[in-house]
């Protein structure tokens, strides 16, 4: 790919063509026009010779494919980088490869206060289970450590961090040997966190949004709250967005909603939404998702843990939409996502299934979902802001969700065809560091489900992880390449394009030139995913990929 050497200017008007431009105004587009950060324009190859003379760049795409820029609609932007640039142990194939990696990182970073972790799935170790707290004092040689188990509903913490974090034996979720839940994981977390130096985050946050930007990612949806980070955290990423070259942040606030005077301070923090993962639930992986039945390799009757209640959600939700802000909730359990709609309905009987409508609630990851759900989901209006890789992780046969709730209910989590279906608004996202920033990878793992029903097309995987992440935020005018759009676009080198779904008459109808339906990459699993040659938000470059 090569371009001209025009200088980066805020008004530039730069004309793209020589490649592929999947935009639904023109299926065969090969360049495009754009002017003040917005499209100005798409079309044929011979249509572009008349702006050539007019732009200040010309960028010669060489065969590249040019994508709406993707949006992660659920990330932990600080905790990600701070993965990225803290103890991995997600490739840790036993226990005692996860302490030999303790070990080392332990030895390499005398100076850090508080070592930090992530990744570690102990379902996938021969041992099937966590170090105990013995063996992590050992490989810490007395340093305080902070390990959360990959879905970062649990943690298992050394005899030093627990010493910092007094009255810690008596809350709820604390375990003298046994990974930390509940109230106790919370206040560990926030004690390691608090160890962090603000450079530290600066950079973790740096870090993350850079890795973001490299994947052709040009939003990302960030998710705290008081269990998760702390405000300081929270706005100091959205002042580094808005200052420095990167992707966009969207911030959600997870607190509890009471009155106008809460919105307000919400609004203040910069918030769009009170929403995000304020907590119905746990996750499956800790046992504290909340079931209806007891989960099938734990404690008998052991249904998980309810933070939130029908009459909580209602009350939120309510007086979220009375003061004009976006209420949302965590949930991936049945019981949690029977609370979940129970309480949003009882809001829409108060206000008037309209206004809940219109303020386009959102329900984080929903995995445990029925056909009374589902329905649920589409009457009321509720985005379903949903994280597939889950399914790539844990799903199947053999795969941890089966092993916590059985073969059968494990075949129901993340219906995708079936949400779809019904017409309930998607947004896919990562849950970073839960699984990785990885927005291809998440269409594949859409489009080629563990469980085939649930399966949905490459293309209906794309639109949820492109539009579907804008229009959760209220935006039905971008995540697609339109004239008038903003121009947040990603340029790929991939191989030819095709269009994949999950029934093959769909798909041989679909490639028929005379169907018009833009094609995508290959995404069969095995074929090599794309690769981002540029990040472009807002007309501004934000990532160029090295040697390019």
């Not at 009170?274 to 119905?280: N, R, Y």
């Not at 990603?490 to 008459?505: E, H, K, S």
């Not at 090599?528 to 990532?543: A, M, S």
């Amino acid at each position: 790919m090569t371009e001209s050497t025009a200088p980066q200017s805020e008004h530039r008007t730069v004309l793209l063509r020589g490649g592929d431009v999947h935009s639904p105004a023109d299926p065969f587009a090969t360049a495009m026009v754009v002017e003040r950060g917005h499209v100005a324009w798409v079309g044929s190859e011979g249509a572009a010779d008349a702006f050539a003379s007019g732009v200040d760049e010309v960028i010669d795409l060489d065969g590249a494919l040019v994508t709406p820029a993707f949006t992660d609609a659920h990330v932990h932007t600080t905790a990600t980088g701070l993965a990225l640039t803290g103890l991995d142990l997600s490739a840790a194939r036993t226990l005692d490869e996860a302490l030999g990696l303790l070990r080392a990182y332990v030895a390499a970073h005398p100076a850090d206060r508080v070592v930090l972790g992530h990744g570690w799935d102990a379902t996938r170790w021969p041992e099937q289970r966590p170090p105990s707290r013995a063996e992590l004092d050992a490989a810490a040689g007395g340093r305080p450590v902070y390990l959360p188990r990959v879905d970062v509903h649990s943690a298992v913490v050394t005899t030093a961090l627990l010493d910092l974090v007094p009255g810690i034996t008596s809350l709820p979720g604390h375990h003298p040997d046994a990974p930390l839940t509940d109230a106790a994981h919370h206040a560990v977390r926030a004690a390691a966190h608090g160890a962090v130096s603000p450079r530290q985050r600066a950079d973790a946050q740096r870090a993350a949004l850079g890795r973001a930007a490299s994947l052709g990612i040009g939003t990302v949806h960030e998710c705290g709250g008081p269990h998760i980070s702390d405000e300081e955290d929270f706005a100091g990423l959205l002042r580094l967005a808005a200052e420095e070259s990167g992707p966009r942040v969207f911030g959600y606030w997870a607190e509890e909603i009471a009155d106008e005077k809460d919105a307000r301070r919400v609004r203040e923090l910069g918030a769009v939404g009170a929403a995000g993962d304020l907590f119905v639930d746990g996750s499956l992986g800790s046992h504290t998702a909340c079931l209806h039945e007891p989960y099938a390799d734990a404690a008998s009757g052991h249904t998980g843990t309810a933070h939130l209640d029908a009459a909580r959600i209602a009350a939120h939700v309510t007086a979220c939409t009375e003061a004009g802000l976006q209420a949302g909730f965590h949930a991936i359990g049945d019981a949690a996502v029977s609370a979940v709609v129970d309480g949003v309905r009882a809001a829409a009987q108060k206000l008037g299934l309209a206004r809940i409508r219109a303020a386009r609630h959102r329900v984080e990851h929903a995995e445990m979902l029925t056909p009374e759900t589902v329905a649920a989901f589409a009457e009321l209006g509720l985005t379903a802001s949903v994280q597939p890789a889950f399914d790539a992780a844990w799903g199947g046969k053999d795969g941890m969700y089966a092993r916590r709730l059985g073969a059968e209910r494990a075949r129901t989590l993340n219906p995708y065809a079936a949400l779809l279906r019904a017409g309930v608004p998607l947004a896919f996202g990562s849950d970073s560091p839960v699984t990785p920033l990885d927005p291809w990878g998440t269409v594949r793992a859409a489009a080629f489900h563990r469980t085939p029903e649930h399966r949905i097309s490459v293309r209906a995987g794309f639109t949820a992880h492109t539009r579907g992440g804008w229009r959760a935020v209220g935006r039905d005018d971008a995540g697609t390449l339109v004239p008038g759009a903003p121009a947040d676009y990603a340029v790929w080198r991939t191989g030819g394009l095709v269009v994949q779904a999950p029934d093959d008459r769909v798909a041989r109808w679909s490639t028929d030139p005379r169907s018009g339906t833009p094609g995508l990459p290959d995404l069969t699993p095995g074929a090599e995913l794309p690769v981002c040659l540029r990040t472009v938000v807002f007309g501004q470059t934000v990532y160029v990929r090295p040697n390019e």
